[in-house]
């Protein structure tokens, strides 16, 4: 599944991201073959997936934006087992860890909103190795050319994902 997810993603200058059924049912028949998923419940979730699934598109689940689920471990375990979700966002490190552990693709969204957020994103990448990483708000190329020279040994930029390398 993850190297699935890393063709898709790697091969996908745009991705879509969908925050209701509009949303859903409008990027079932778009270009993109990346979807990210920013709505639903615990009740839900499992039919979202299988929609996007189903019209052969990659599904990234927002974890952190689905209702009824913790900001635990635990979380990402439910997504796993009962959802055909080929990975997760979340601004949770604990959480990409354990995704990782499951084998599901990560997407570790920061906010770089002050300078404290910003000096933190080295040493997250380097705790938690994300598969990819988002950084908003995404009008901010200057912040996002610096992150992408100074870590440059981490990843590389990836359109607004920017795609992490620890080979």
């Known amino acids: 599944m993850l190297s699935n997810c890393r063709d898709a993603m790697d091969n996908s200058p745009i991705i879509a991201a969908i925050k209701d059924m509009t949303g859903l ?59 055909r979700a ?16 499951l084998e599901l693709s990560t997407i570790l969204r920061f906010f770089v909103i002050d300078s404290m957020a910003y000096s933190s994103i080295e040493k997250q990448l380097r705790s938690v190795k994300p598969d990819y990483i988002e950084i908003l708000p995404a009008l901010m190329p200057k912040v996002v050319s610096h992150i992408c020279r100074s870590c440059l040994h981490l990843f590389h930029q990836s359109g607004c994902v920017v795609s992490v390398n620890y080979d």
């Open 86 to 101: 080929d990975g997760i966002i979340t601004t949770k490190p604990a959480l990409i860890k354990r995704a990782r552990e």
């Open 25 to 83: 049912e409008k990027c079932l028949t778009c270009d993109s073959q990346v979807i990210f998923i920013l709505f639903g419940d615990i009740c839900n979730i499992s039919d979202i997936v299988d929609k996007v699934k189903s019209a052969g598109k990659t599904a990234m689940v927002h974890i952190d934006l689905i209702n009824g689920l913790s900001g635990k471990e635990i979380a990402v375990d439910f997504i796993q087992k009962f959802t």
